[in-house]
């Protein structure tokens, strides 16, 4: 049986593309085929007809200026280059519709931006229990989701989802999820699920994600 292709993005540093291991890890447990993605953005659409399913990895932070905004002095501005190619593959994505995706931090942050949303961008100044996301570690979700305790780290968080449905929030209300109910899967999470030890949060997103990629294969999962 073909197991799913699922690209994964990558980072630029200096002159390398590189990834956190648990990521492809995470991908290949769940029966998926791991793909690093160069961020070439004029290759994003190729990537996404060749690949089954698309992961966003983490990062560091938006560049709001190409939302009208100042990117907040706080911020670890994300490469440009980074920030134009996940952009590029949720152009792409709204094309191929059927093309399961999953934002994860930074990813999830940008598909909400993509989508119409909105950030906020420096969770201290806003927010009295900031403390629970950064400088992070664990904290307790609930909502669609479930309920349960996740590995996240984050002093930015989306404050409006745009188009998209909230499905888990922090205990303190910050937006956690996100999804795309018309699509087969489109699911953007503010934590980390490569790195969370509940399989409900963790290990089986990456299932869920494999499984739609597997349907555009006809398999049966």
Same mark, same amino acid.
């Given at each position: 049986?073909?197991?799913?292709?699922?690209?994964?993005?990558?980072?630029?540093?200096?002159?390398?593309?590189?990834?956190?291991?648990?990521?492809?890890?995470?991908?290949?447990?769940?029966? /998926?085929?791991?793909? +690093?993605? %160069?961020?070439?953005?004029?290759?994003?659409?190729?990537?996404?007809?060749? @690949?089954?399913?698309?992961? +966003?990895?983490?990062?560091?932070?938006?560049?709001?200026?190409?939302?009208?905004?100042?990117?907040? %002095?706080?911020?670890?501005?994300?490469? %440009?280059?980074?920030?134009?190619?996940?952009?590029?593959?949720?152009?792409?994505?709204?094309?191929?519709?059927?093309?399961?995706?999953?934002?994860? @931090?930074?990813?999830?942050?940008?598909?909400?931006?993509? !989508?119409?949303?909105?950030?906020?961008?420096?969770?201290?100044?806003?927010? %009295?229990? $900031?403390?629970?996301?950064?400088?992070?570690?664990?904290?307790?979700?609930? /909502?669609? +989701?479930?309920?349960?305790?996740?590995? $996240?780290?984050?002093?930015?968080?989306? $404050?409006?989802?745009?188009?998209?449905?909230?499905?888990?929030?922090?205990?303190?209300?910050?937006?956690?999820?996100?999804?795309?109910?018309?699509?087969?899967?489109?699911?953007?999470?503010?934590? !980390?699920?490569?790195?969370?030890?509940?399989?409900?949060?963790?290990?089986?997103?990456?299932?869920?994600?494999?499984?739609?990629?597997?349907?555009?294969?006809?398999?049966? @999962?």
């Amino acid at each position: 049986m073909t197991r799913p292709l699922i690209g994964i993005t990558t980072d630029v540093h200096g002159d390398r593309y590189q990834v956190a291991v648990p990521y492809a890890t995470a991908v290949r447990m769940a029966g /998926g085929t791991p793909v +690093l993605l %160069p961020c070439e953005a004029d290759c994003a659409a190729d990537y996404l007809r060749r @690949c089954d399913g698309v992961v +966003l990895t983490g990062g560091d932070d938006p560049i709001m200026e190409q939302w009208g905004l100042p990117t907040h %002095p706080e911020a670890r501005k994300v490469d %440009p280059r980074r920030q134009a190619f996940d952009l590029a593959i949720l152009a792409a994505a709204d094309v191929v519709h059927d093309r399961p995706v999953l934002g994860i @931090c930074l990813g999830m942050q940008l598909m909400g931006l993509h !989508h119409g949303g909105a950030l906020d961008q420096h969770l201290p100044e806003t927010l %009295p229990t $900031s403390g629970l996301h950064w400088p992070g570690g664990t904290h307790d979700i609930r /909502g669609a +989701l479930g309920d349960g305790v996740v590995h $996240s780290h984050h002093h930015q968080a989306l $404050s409006d989802a745009g188009g998209l449905r909230v499905v888990a929030t922090a205990t303190d209300g910050v937006i956690e999820a996100v999804r795309d109910d018309h699509r087969r899967f489109y699911l953007g999470v503010q934590w !980390h699920p490569e790195r969370t030890e509940a399989r409900q949060f963790g290990a089986e997103i990456f299932r869920e994600l494999v499984c739609a990629a597997g349907g555009k294969l006809h398999q049966v @999962c």
